[in-house]
């Protein structure tokens, strides 16, 4: 199996289920509370180990209540947790989520010690960008260590993967060579500038992001799927049908999932449908770390 390195945001998650989610200026009273594990980045770390891949995870927590118990809580998910730094300075990062009845959500971020990560923390762990065969990052952590790490795992010839989550412009130079990208319908607009509304547009969005030389274009869809578009074709993949109680984390989900199936040597579609199962599974349960499915869920 093909090992996986996964750079990004370590979150604790405030959760309240709501009937709706609040206008500007309303206040109304929520239902359940609860405290989960998040952040984009180990989400997908958690999800890609519980599925069954050889991971490692690079991030920077807080020297705090919740930094400790992030860590405490990584030690039991398998995965290689030895570059992950303890910040003094700045606080763990926590994420202040409402999710409504019909399982959409409301998420405003405090990065904290995210913002911290740094190139240095990059080049500490040259070791594992050297073993690694994919890399996958998402946007909750500083632009020039996301930059510096995709140039290091291109300088190796390491299949570099972007999540471009939450939506950010990105470099020309930072998009050349990317192995894979994966925006949702919003962050697709962002990077292309085309509003993606039937097929035709999902095929313009996609060769624009080619041109820019990214080698192949998965983006989301929801409910309807998503679209692959490699150098031989394109397609649409449709995904499972399911009643959603909470969508927090199902994009990380697939995302990780993504990155096992490929890792497995399955091709790009077929990834894609591993990942659509995966996430499926996940929002019907609540909260973003404990949604995602162990390897035998998917299996059975």
Known sequence: MSKILIIGSSNTDLVVK???IPEPGETIL??????????????????????????????????????RQTLENYKKENMDISHIRTDNAAPSGVALISVAADGENCIVVAPG?????????????DALFREADY???QLEIPMPVIEHAAALGKKY?????????????????????????????????QLTGIEVADDADLDKAAAVLMAKGVENVVITLGSKGSYVRTPSGSSVVPT?????????????????????AL??????????????????ISVTR??????IPFRKEMDN
């Open 240 to 260: 499972m049908k399911v009643k959603a109680a909470d969508t927090t984390g199902a994009g990380d989900t697939y995302n990780g999932a993504l990155l096992v």
């Open 135 to 137: 890399i996958l990052m």
């Open 286 to 291: 609540m909260g973003a770390q404990p949604s």
């Open 30 to 67: 929520g239902d359940n509370f609860m405290i989960a594990a998040g952040g984009k980045g180990a989400n997908q770390a958690v999800a890609a180990s519980r599925l069954g891949g050889d991971v490692a995870f690079i991030a920077c927590v807080g020297n705090d209540m919740f930094g």
């Open 263 to 280: 890792s497995e040597g399955q091709p790009l579609e077929k990834a894609v449908s591993f990942a659509s199962k995966a996430a499926a």
């Open 157 to 189: 010839g390491k299949k570099v993967i972007i999540n471009p989550a939450p939506a950010a412009p990105l470099s020309d130079e930072l998009l050349k060579g990317l192995y894979l990208i994966t925006p949702n319908k919003t962050e697709c607009r």
């Open 113 to 125: 010690a995210n913002s911290a990560l740094s190139t240095a923390d990059i080049d500490a762990a």
């Open 18 to 20: 709501t009937s709706h």
